[in-house]
């Protein structure tokens, strides 16, 4: 299954540390995705919405990666190159990144593309409840239909069991409609049903990755 990492970094809000980072973030991007095959794609952004509260005040960013297997990311966290590359940003972080890895039944790619990105995390309050999470989340495929692209999958690093989705909305339109339809809200009931869920939109953009 692809490998989907969601990383949470803590940045500092400051107008200060807001420019800095913004001109040190290529730097930091080369030094972890170059040279790095395991990476498949990856994706930068900002929460815009949580639980549809506007948070884009608080310059909460995103970082999404595909890995090809899991064992590639394991390597990597080892590597002189991670440590090299947490160091030159370790000095505009205010505590240590939230890292959340994700066995998905597709990679990102389609759905971190799309206009609108919507990312929902359920945390599973009883572990026999992961598969029927998974296929609230398989039903809502179907029912999204074309208009979407949607990855879901399970946790793999985190102490307790959380499965998330990501949903690729086509526009504003959409999303709306969509988020809407009895299906959709039928659907959140049932994650509910199963924990704590949360809601995330994110304004992204994908990273360019060095040939191989």
């Known amino acids: ?14 107008k200060a540390s807001i420019e800095a980072i913004a001109r040190i973030a290529p730097i930091f991007r080369k030094k972890l995705t170059y040279p790095n095959p ?6 930068r952004g900002f929460i815009v919405t949580e639980n549809e509260k506007d948070v884009r005040d608080d310059f909460r960013e995103i970082v999404i990666f595909e890995w090809d297997r899991m064992d590639s990311f394991h390597s990597f966290l080892k590597s002189v190159q991670f440590k090299d590359a947490v160091s030159s940003i370790k ?18 790619r389609d759905a971190a593309s799309s206009p609108i990105v919507e990312i929902i995390r359920t945390s599973i309050s009883k572990s026999e409840n992961v598969d029927a999470s998974l296929k609230a989340w398989e039903k809502l495929s179907g029912h999204l239909g074309h208009q979407t692209s949607v990855t879901y999958g399970k946790s793999s690093n985190l102490e307790n069991d959380v499965v998330a989705g990501m949903i690729g909305w ?5 999303s709306s409609e969509g988020s809407q339809q009895e299906s959709f809200l039928e659907a959140l009931d049932s994650l509910r049903s199963f ?7 994110i304004d992204i953009e994908a990273l360019e990755l060095d040939p191989l």
């Open 195 to 201: 924990g704590e869920m949360s809601r995330i939109t």
């Open 170 to 174: 086509q526009g504003l339109i959409e």
């Open 91 to 108: 000095h505009l972080m205010d505590g240590p990144a939230t890292l959340q890895l994700f066995d998905m039944n597709v990679g990102p």
């Open 1 to 14: 299954m692809p490998i989907t990492e969601f990383l949470f970094p803590a940045l500092k809000n400051d």
């Open 38 to 43: 395991g990476f498949l794609s990856g994706f």
